[in-house]
């Protein structure tokens, strides 16, 4: 049961452009969001969080988007730069309880 | 500032051995989570680990098993290996209940 979804795989966005990462998820329990990167060959680096009271969190060209009667948030990445190439995992927990991962979607941002 | 250090990064092994991973965690931290991620697939939470006791567990069946020493360093135990248990095992280390995880490179594990 995947409670965590990231539906698509790969995702191509031209340098300077926004990308749009989705994430849905299925429990309503959950009240903390997370989004990781990864570069191959090394772990998964925090990179924004949302908790479940609010609906948009920012930092710098970052901004994370929660809607709570939809289960879905999305990462907005502005401009979108070509060392943001990598795998994009968004993650959820309750209760400050174990995170659960999406399958991940991998950014690919080119010249 | 060490982060999140995991030991070994590469190893191979054979069908019914048994491995042990090592992950000291980010200074400052004392609690030590571990996560299996196969391939194509996001990081699955095995266990958790604070005051050297286990505090939560996956779905994960016995074979898996952790200690946490009093360093807040953890070790990774799995037991009679299968095929599918290749993967890239992920340590992270958090400070108590704390919701920001710091992970380390992972260990990947190759079984044959």
């Known amino acids: 049961d995947q409670q965590v979804k990231q539906n698509s795989p790969s995702l191509s966005v031209q340098e300077g452009r926004i990308s749009i990462l989705n994430c849905d998820y299925t429990?309503?329990?959950?009240?903390?969001f997370l989004w990781y990167k990864k570069y191959p060959a090394e772990g998964p680096t925090f990179l924004i969080s949302?908790?479940?009271?609010?609906d948009k969190n920012e930092d710098g060209r970052f901004t994370v988007f929660l809607n709570k009667s939809a289960k879905h948030l999305s990462l907005h990445i502005v401009p979108s730069q070509p060392g943001d190439s990598a795998v994009y995992f968004c993650?959820?927990?309750?209760?400050?309880?174990?995170?659960?991962f999406g399958t991940g979607t991998r950014l690919q941002v080119f010249p | 500032d060490a982060g999140v250090t995991q030991s070994p990064t590469h190893l191979i092994k054979t069908r019914g051995q048994q491995v042990t991973l090592r992950c000291s965690p980010k200074?400052?931290?004392?609690?030590v989570s571990w996560y299996q991620q196969a391939l194509g697939q996001g990081p699955q939470f095995i266990f958790q680990?604070?005051?050297?006791?286990?505090?939560q567990r996956g779905n994960f069946p016995d074979r898996f098993s952790g200690h946490q020493f009093p360093n807040y360093s953890s070790e990774l135990n799995v037991n009679a290996l299968l095929l599918g248990d290749s993967a890239l095992y992920l340590c992270?280390?958090?400070?108590?209940?704390?919701?920001?995880?710091?992970f380390g490179s992972g260990t990947r594990l190759t079984v044959v």
């Open positions: 993650a959820a927990s309750m209760n400050t309880d174990k995170l659960i």
């Open positions: 949302i908790s479940s009271i609010k």
């Open positions: 200074s400052g931290h004392d609690t």
């Open positions: 680990y604070y005051e050297e006791e286990e505090r």
């Open positions: 429990n309503s329990m959950f009240d903390y």
């Open positions: 992270a280390s958090t400070l108590g209940a704390s919701e920001s995880y710091t």
